[in-house]
């Protein structure tokens, strides 16, 4: 006893030791820095969390949307009926294990860390009657907790899900777990079905939980370390329980551990089921009785699955923790004086630690622990080194007691925001609701500290917060809001378009004489070794030297444009933290080039920053109005009519009309249908009978029934149009005949061109940078048309709703009356009107609103004039050696 007290005391000797030499350094450098900005930790630390893409339980205060399979279905669970069937029929007809399980677990284990990997996991499962289940959770650093991953047993395989790395993609696991057909194993089912519903929304139905068979069999213990020990023979530690489950690469020992968790429940489950069929119920001996047993214990798991997660909503953000944290104090300490100041404070820690939480994604623990919030809140320190103190020495209490002294320090979120205490501790009566107004404004707001994320922005959609009347904010509150609401969607309009990895590699490609001939990114070097038409002469920068006499050297051609190294910055600022790809010649034209002239994609598409683009796209959307009036060709197709109203054809079709023929343009009559359908019955008549005679016009005046209405928001569509609107509006439209209306659809008799290069209007997110070595894209279909045109086989008929059939018709003029020449004078007017609209400094060097890149085409050349008979005799998805 006493050499536990010394030790303690010498612990904390030494802790506080360590601690106060540490916080002077780190309250040196918070000094150093600027006074009153607090700059967020967040802004240098990368959490996994924040890779994620599809997050479906933010930090909000608003409640968790679950999966719904059909409209009706509102707050309930999506498989209700499925599990309720279960609940009412045990169906654990078959074995588990087949009962001789080579129980050894070998070395071998699948981990499953990309999207095929997971594709065949799920073509796996789909196939077994039963697989067994374990997920690993991390709940330190993250506000709700993430699984971190999932571990799936098979009779013959033990797969591990690196559910950081596929996060994105688990819910194509959805239907196995959701399959009746298919019985998940579990041990202690009751928070997994929870966490993989928040998630991943997977629902479990047909669960058999071997923790629910123990009980039902009266087993002494039902931890799966018992059961391990009695049916397996294995040790486990659950010491790894409590590790931290986001490392990569996970330790071999936590591997284990992990796999361990899942590899032996087949077989448990199978030991258990047989001593469930084998129980005598003392009360009624009777063929009923295995029955009994086995169903009961498939009951109470099937019951676990009926669980839905839910966020845990308050009406003042931290009071229940602040309330029992009070509770506590009172039970130990009795009626101190000092008492309402204590708890006002509590209160107001208690608020700011939940909000700071959420907002961080980091857990109320991580943050400021419940003993940190008691010693501030009694102590009351006024300095910095003060505050870190108190809570360092709360901590440290703590940490004794679990030998784990992974935090003795404030934490992070405390010290990159300390300058938020003065006003949370000071001795007066703020209201709850104004402080958290205040942090939000200070953190999130405009100009705020803290980072915006995916778990966090909707924590200023602030619909379940009671906002304070008497809040002196609230003044301002309007102009705060829209600037917010305007700061977040800039925030994620950047997380979501921006360039996720440098665009520029780089790379170098040198002649075989030793002259560079160009700079590009790592894919085109990789298709020139992988062909053997190069070697690799350098590996960091990587460059490679061809080992075929290319056709002409840029800078004979003066295209010296090729031989810059390009910087992965704005072309416009020269902001480098975020930038995207803009298009200088809009796709609307573009994709409508002859193909060779297609090929300068490195010149014509450049990296700009969110606001650039903003710029240079607001621009560009202007001269395309001049270039309609110039050209005489609208920007929009005027009007279009259903042309089976006029011809009596079976099958309804869409003709083009000339001005003043009748008829109505494709965007008018689609919202009009799509108000109509939306909220047709609550609108005032006479407005609905405007849009009604818009929609009739298309028809050719006659009556209109749903079934057109729902057809007329097809009208004008191109078929990825209509695809993405038929997912999106679910099976009512599948049963309309759209096919009809859309495959017959034509612009004023012109054939409109099926061969749209759809590869082209979806630039690749890595497209090459360079055009001068190999136009072609690897791995782009190409054909050619009977007259000699190259392009893609993915067709698409043209949209009526965009700028496509103006951008078509622009293009055929150009090339009818000014052929070739026509299209480069056409490509420099967009140079310069981008070059206008944003003043671009940082160019690169060689780039020229004059740029010709006229040059001959190599004898592997897709473009190459001789080729193309090749090219069209090739496979669809063949490689072309396409080169200098
Ligand atoms: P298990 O079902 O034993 O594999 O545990 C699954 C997850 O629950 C672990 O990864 C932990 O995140 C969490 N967990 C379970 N038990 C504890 C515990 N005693 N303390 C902390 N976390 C736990
Ligand atoms: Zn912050
Ligand atoms: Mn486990």
Redesign the pocket.
């Known amino acids: 006893m006493e050499s536990q007290v010394n030790l303690k005391i010498a612990f904390t000797i030494s802790c506080l030791a360590v601690v106060s030499i540490l916080l002077a350094n780190i309250l040196r450098k918070q000094r150093n820095r600027k006074q009153n900005i607090s700059s967020c930790y967040l802004k240098s630390e990368a959490k996994p969390q924040h890779n994620f893409k599809r997050v479906l339980a933010n930090n909000s205060y608003a409640p968790f949307k679950h999966l719904k399979l059909d409209e009706s279905s509102s707050d309930l669970h999506p498989y209700e009926s499925e599990i309720k069937a279960m609940l009412e029929e045990s169906r654990l007809e078959f074995e588990f294990s087949c009962g001789n399980m080579d129980m050894r677990m070998n070395d071998e284990y699948i981990w499953v860390d990309n999207e095929s990997k997971l594709k065949g996991l799920v073509e796996v499962l789909s196939k077994e009657r039963v697989f067994a289940v374990?997920?690993?959770?991390?709940?330190l650093r993250s506000f709700l907790?993430f699984t971190?991953?999932i571990?799936i047993s098979t009779r013959d395989e033990d797969y591990l899900v690196d559910t950081i790395a596929v996060h994105d993609n688990m819910g194509i696991l959805d239907p196995v777990f959701a399959n009746p057909n298919i019985c998940k194993v579990?041990?202690?089912a009751d928070?997994?079905v929870i966490?993989l519903q928040r998630d991943f929304h997977i629902y479990v139905v047909n669960l058999f939980d071997t923790a629910k068979a123990c009980d039902v069999l009266s087993k002494p213990q039902r931890s799966?370390a018992y059961l391990l020990e009695t049916f397996c023979g294995v040790t486990t530690n659950?010491i790894?329980?409590?590790?931290d489950?986001r490392q990569r690469p996970l330790p071999i020992d936590m591997v284990e551990y992990?796999r361990m968790?899942a590899h032996y429940l087949l077989y448990i489950a199978d030991r258990l089921v047989s001593e469930l069929k084998n129980q005598k119920n003392e009360n009624s001996a009777g063929l009923d009785d295995k029955l009994h047993f086995v169903s009961e214990a498939s009951r109470r798991s099937n019951a676990l699955c009926l669980q839905l997660f839910t966020k845990d909503l308050e009406a003042i953000p931290g009071q229940s923790a602040a309330a029992s944290i009070i509770s506590r104090y009172l039970n130990d300490h009795g009626n101190a004086t000092n008492n309402s100041q204590f708890q006002d404070l509590v209160r107001r820690l208690c608020s700011w630690r939940d909000l700071m939480a959420r907002m961080h994604d980091e857990s109320l623990k991580y943050v400021l622990s419940d003993n940190a919030i008691v010693s501030l809140a009694e102590k009351v320190p006024s300095t910095p080194t003060d505050i870190c103190t108190s809570i360092s020495q709360a901590d440290i209490d703590v940490e004794f007691h679990n030998c784990n002294s992974s935090s003795l320090f404030p934490s992070s979120v405390v010290l990159s925001h300390l300058d938020d205490f003065p006003y949370l501790l000071k001795n007066e009566t703020i209201n709850l609701d104004d402080i958290f107004q205040l942090i939000l404004k200070k953190h999130l707001g405009p100009n705020g500290s803290c980072p915006f994320s995916l778990y966090n922005y909707s924590l200023l959609s602030k619909t379940n917060i009671k906002l304070s009347k008497s809040s002196a904010l609230k003044e301002n509150g309007f102009k705060f809001s829209k600037q917010v609401a305007r700061n977040v969607s800039r925030e994620l309009f950047v997380q979501k378009f921006s360039c996720k990895s440098p665009v520029y590699h780089n790379c170098r490609i040198y002649a075989n004489d030793g002259r560079l001939l160009c700079y590009c990114d790592r894919r085109k070097l990789e298709w020139y070794l992988q062909r053997d038409l190069a070697k690799l002469v350098d590996e960091d920068p990587l460059a490679i030297m061809l080992l075929f006499e290319p056709k002409g050297r840029p800078e004979d051609e003066g295209n010296d444009f090729y031989i810059q190294s390009k910087k992965n910055i704005c072309v416009g600022c020269g902001e480098g933290n975020h930038y995207l790809r803009y298009r200088i010649i809009p796709s609307c034209y573009r994709i409508h080039f002859p193909e060779h002239l297609k090929s300068h994609r490195s010149h014509d598409i450049v990296l700009v920053c969110v606001d650039c683009h903003e710029k240079a796209h607001s621009s560009a959307e202007k001269y395309k109005k001049k270039v309609a009036l110039e050209f005489g060709i609208p920007l929009f197709v005027h009007k279009v009519v259903n042309s089976k109203e006029e011809h009596n054809v079976s099958g309804s079709s869409t003709s083009i009309m000339n001005l003043g023929d009748g008829g109505v343009s494709p965007l008018e009559l689609r919202t009009a249908a799509m108000a109509l359908i939306r909220h047709g019955p609550r609108m005032p008549p006479h407005r609905r009978d405007e849009l009604k005679q818009v929609v009739k016009k298309y028809y050719g005046g006659r009556d209109i029934s749903e079934e057109d209405l729902e057809k007329a928001l097809l009208v004008g569509m191109s078929p990825h149009e209509k695809r993405r609107l038929q997912k999106k509006r679910g099976i009512s439209l599948n049963n309309t005949s759209s096919k009809n209306i859309v495959s017959e659809m034509d612009i004023k008799g012109n054939n409109v061109d099926p061969a749209i290069n759809k590869n082209e209007a979806y630039e690749p997110e890595n497209g090459c940078n360079l055009d001068f070595m190999s136009p072609s894209e690897p791995n782009r279909p190409v054909h050619v048309s009977s007259d000699g045109a190259v392009f893609a086989t993915c067709s698409s008929k043209l949209s009526l709703l965009g700028h496509g059939p103006h951008g078509k018709q622009v293009v055929d003029y150009l090339l009818k009356n000014h052929g070739e020449n026509g299209i480069q004078e056409f490509c420099q007017r967009w140079r310069q009107v981008f070059v206008e609209s944003i003043n671009p400094r940082f160019l690169p060097a060689g780039w020229d609103v004059a740029h010709s890149g006229r040059r001959e085409f190599g004898e592997f050349s897709v473009y190459n004039p001789a080729n193309r008979a090749f090219v069209a005799a090739e496979d669809q998805g063949k490689q072309h050696p396409a080169v200098v």
């Open positions: 374990d997920t690993e959770q991390h709940s907790g971190a991953l571990q579990f041990h202690g928070n997994d966490w799966l659950k790894y329980q409590r590790e489950w992990a968790d």
